[in-house]
């Protein structure tokens, strides 16, 4: 719609006209209901000297009859008994099984013997992985060639993969495990690989992450997309 010419006589007499109408409604209904205005304006009423708590009490009051009929259903639904479609219900000494570190083999009891644990022992696993005793002792020794400050910088210069058990902040996931990948399990034996290049290239394109890359399914049905 194009946009009305402002600067046409005959448009500005029609606004004009239009503004003048306006502004008499407008006076005709404050003259019709200027005793309401004046009422509200002023706020003579009549003081029921109510007060905070008197509110918060009669709405307190109102919901009384709620609270008792939600306390009753709530009662007999705790006496009943729950449905189960299995005899026996998997608790966590179950989920354990086959997910612990040694089992996933991420592990080993030998170098770490905190993870000898029965199944039964339902405490948290390690972080961190075994510090070899070479670099702990690095710390007890005097500095300055040795100390807290030598013990971190060698620290550092070890891969976080070495160190810890899983990946702990999401700077470590760009380059976790990359001895599990296919250039590492199939290295080349001459040349050079340029990866990027050739899975630009390609006709599959860029070859997708292996499973143990990805998010797990959250629980519930799911929806095949074959």
């Keep these: 719609m194009p946009l009305v010419d402002i600067t046409n006589p005959d448009v500005i007499k029609f606004l004009i006209e239009n503004y003048d109408k306006t502004a008499l409604l407008r006076m005709k209904w404050n003259r019709i209901h200027s005793n309401k205005l004046k009422k509200a ?3 003579n009423r009549e003081p029921k000297d109510y007060f905070e708590s008197d509110v918060l009490e009669n709405v307190m009051i109102g919901g009384m009859a709620t609270i008792t009929r939600d306390h009753e259903v709530a009662g007999y639904n705790r006496r009943r008994k729950p449905i189960r479609d299995v005899k026996e219900i998997p608790g966590i000494s179950f989920i354990k099984k086959g997910n612990s570190i040694v089992d996933v083999g991420l592990g080993d009891p030998a170098e770490d013997p905190r993870l000898k644990r029965s199944d039964t022992d339902l405490s948290a696993d390690p972080i961190m992985r075994p510090v070899p005793p070479e670099q702990k002792a690095i710390i007890y020794k005097d500095i300055p060639n040795f100390g807290r400050k030598v013990y971190l910088s060698k620290r ?7 160190k810890y058990y899983f990946n702990e902040c999401s ?4 380059g976790w495990r990359l001895e599990d990948s296919f250039f590492r399990r199939n290295p080349h034996r001459c040349g050079r690989v340029w990866r990027l290049t050739r899975d630009v290239k390609s006709r599959t394109g860029p070859h997708p992450d292996p499973d143990h890359y990805k998010d797990s399914d959250p629980p519930g049905p799911t929806k095949c997309l074959n």
């Design 171 to 174: 700077g470590w996931v760009y």
């Design 41 to 43: 304006a002023t706020l």
């Design 156 to 162: 550092s210069k070890i891969a976080p993969e070495a």
